[in-house]
């Protein structure tokens, strides 16, 4: 299957378009700035409160005839722009397939001979997130604006947090379960330049409940090491941005884990983690314009800033360039005080056999990534443009337009974007074809991609299969749904049978693992949602947060965030939002919960007696049917993502599958 580069077949198209649409974008670009100088956020209302309540209204008055007048001019070039741009959509392809062209930064093909499916296996990590990229006076609806700002910054906030280095702790006594602030103050110092190995000796006495090695571990009493496990490079040793770095931590268990304050500021002092910092790209310095974005204390989510979360225990990132070491200490110390109040989520349930968390970043070396509502095209431009500088491949302007492929018109896209650091080599979308409301004027469906990720020593390709879509968002139109995931399924089933080159006597490929993500928009709690809880996706998928139908794990938690109090100080930073959601009030304040048929999710003083933490609508599904026989894909880690906070209502989610071939090391 060839992927398509271009949304045209031939150059002509291509400037025809861009021609209609020069001639439609005057009118669309002021017919949204009107509607927007209407519709307020609560930012904005805050943001006015000193101002005279007329100085408002006056600036009303005074643009508003301005915009409609120009407006009214626009319309007939408007017009014209639509004649030619209309018909035009029938030559459309469904997809533009980017290929980062730097060969630089391109690493997909040496990804591929990390696996020669030679060792016990690899894990994958996979990212979902709805980003709410409409055109700025949608967005207001959601209480979210300046969507080309918001567009770059969740580029950077994404890639950032990917590109950190992977740091793995392993402890030599299992009985203390508690995170310590101080602990990671002590461990991390950020470090600009140098990116070669270190051994730290700084006697480290706390304990934490991450991954458990035993007396094996090979640390002495009193000593940590963290050793680089990524390969040695050439050259000036920095690492290609998007190579995984992984480095282990490992710490003795003295005292019940107990350390007194002296002795964290002594080792603050001394330990150091090095790890190679992330080279910031040109215009990363340029300082947002949007409230959404600005970097506070304790924003871990922002480019340029040295604190961490508790979740950074085990994921830390190395800042750009150098700083007075001081001022960083003084943050660590500042946020272990706070730290110390709440103990954090990570596999608090000790019967589940993966880790969870609420994580104030995304996972250290992700590698595919499935994004939902990004409607806008220049803000879907500019999204792609930040996240080449980690994912090599991305598939973006996904759908159909006009009355081409589906029943009725279409005024934007499906909004699916996807990201992958492996080599894409099929994709196929599908529109479906009963959306209603207002879900009809978009051309929501499902895209489906087939990945290479390695291959065998017989040179067998293993391939894996990720499904991103975005369902009918109107609440009642449950039937709608219901239809919607079984054409997922079938077009699903279809499209793994048309790409498969394999038989079953003679493989050529072989699958690693078949993924679907997305905004479903039901969950797995509210009584209305009953017949999507019971569709026989989940009898074929396995959901990591769910028990059965109308029953969720206890760890997990809703990923829809009530658009009120998005810019409430207590949940504008990602730190800040981890906290709060680590609690159950903090939930119940910000969260939007399950509905029954005695409340309502818009009544936050009923939500206590509701059931489940909130509504989680974005799914992460994977299957063990239909893949190699021979391997077992298992969940290694399950997190919800705070990164984000401040720039979209709804949180990103993300799973890390290890798929384990059943060999022995050699």
């Avoid at 001394?270 to 204390?297: F, L, M, R, V």
């Avoid at 150098?322 to 960083?328: E, F, R």
């Avoid at 207590?570 to 159950?584: A, W």
Wanted: proline share 5%; aromatic share 10%; with cysteine.
């Amino acid at each position: 299957m060839v992927l398509y580069t271009s949304p045209f077949p031939n150059s002509f198209l291509s400037v025809l378009h861009s021609f209609s649409w020069g001639l439609i974008f005057p009118c669309y670009w002021l017919a949204d700035r009107l509607v927007a100088s209407f519709v307020p956020t609560t930012y904005e209302k805050r943001q006015r409160a000193d101002d005279p309540c007329y100085f408002h209204a006056l600036c009303i008055i005074i643009t508003t005839p301005i915009y409609l007048a120009l407006l009214v001019a626009s319309l007939p070039f408007a017009l014209i722009g639509f004649l030619l741009w209309s018909p035009l959509q029938s030559a459309r392809r469904p997809y533009i397939y980017s290929r980062l062209e730097d060969k630089n930064h391109s690493n997909g093909a040496t990804l591929l001979t990390e696996w020669k499916a030679a060792g016990n296996g690899k894990s994958f990590c996979f990212g979902s997130a709805n980003v709410c990229l409409l055109p700025d006076s949608l967005a207001r609806f959601n209480n979210v604006f300046n969507t080309q700002a918001r567009a770059k910054e969740i580029g950077r906030r994404i890639r950032n947090g990917a590109s950190r280095p992977q740091i793995k702790i392993y402890i030599d006594s299992p009985t203390n379960t508690s995170i310590s602030a101080a602990s990671f103050s002590s461990l991390v110092s950020p470090q600009g330049g140098d990116s070669t190995n270190r051994t730290v000796n700084a006697g480290i006495k706390r304990t934490t409940s991450m991954e458990y090695k035993g007396d094996n571990s090979g640390s002495n009493n009193g000593e940590n090491i963290i050793e680089n496990n990524r390969e040695e490079r050439g050259g000036a040793g920095e690492p290609n941005e998007g190579e995984e770095t992984t480095c282990i931590v490992r710490i003795n268990g003295e005292d019940n884990g107990h350390m007194s304050d002296t002795e964290a500021d002594t080792v603050n002092g001394q330990a150091h983690a090095s790890c190679p910092a992330e080279p910031s790209p040109e215009g990363d310095a340029e300082i947002s314009k949007t409230p959404n974005h600005k970097q506070k204390e304790g924003d871990s989510g922002s480019l340029d800033s040295y604190s961490a979360s508790r979740e950074s225990l085990v994921k830390v990132r190395v800042g750009d360039g150098t700083v007075d070491q001081s001022t960083v200490n003084n943050k660590l110390l500042y946020k272990a005080s706070i730290m110390k109040k709440t103990s954090v989520r990570k596999k608090k349930h000790t019967d589940e056999t993966f880790d969870h968390e609420i994580s104030a970043f995304f996972p250290a070396n992700l590698d595919f990534l499935c994004l939902q509502e990004v409607f806008d095209k220049r803000a879907a431009e500019k999204l792609k443009e930040q996240l080449h500088h980690y994912f090599e491949y991305i598939v973006y302007d996904v759908g159909v337009y006009s009355c081409h492929g589906c029943c009725s018109f279409k005024f934007v896209n499906s909004g699916l974007l996807f990201a992958s650091r492996y080599p894409v080599m099929d994709a196929a979308y599908h529109c479906y074809p009963n959306g209603r409301g207002t879900d009809s004027l978009a051309s929501k469906g499902a895209l489906f991609l087939k990945v290479q990720v390695g291959s065998t020593p017989q040179d067998q390709r293993i391939v894996g299969y990720i499904s991103c879509t975005h369902l009918q968002a109107i609440a009642g139109d449950t039937s709608v749904r219901c239809e919607q995931l079984d054409m997922l399924q079938d077009w699903l089933s279809e499209f793994r049978k048309s790409t498969s080159s394999s038989s079953t006597a003679n493989p050529e490929e072989l699958v690693a693992f078949d993924v679907i993500c997305g905004d479903l928009n039901f969950d797995n709690c509210s009584s209305e949602d009953k017949l999507e809880q019971q569709h026989s996706l989940f009898t074929h998928y396995k959901d990591p947060c769910r028990i059965g139908p109308g029953e969720d794990k206890p760890w997990a938690i809703g990923t829809l965030l009530d658009p009120e109090g998005l810019y409430d100080d207590e949940v504008c930073t990602p730190d800040n939002l981890q906290k709060v959601l680590e609690s159950e009030e903090g939930r119940k304040g910000y969260l939007v919960y399950p509905t029954s048929k005695n409340h309502s999710s818009s009544q936050k003083g009923r939500k206590a007696s509701l059931k489940g933490n909130g509504r989680r609508i974005d799914y992460m599904l994977y299957t063990e049917e239909g893949l190699y026989l021979e391997w077992k894909v298992e969940v290694e880690e399950f997190s919800f993502i705070t990164q984000l906070a401040g720039l979209t209502d709804h949180l990103p989610v993300a799973m890390r599958l290890m798929v384990s071939t059943g060999e022995d090391d050699p």
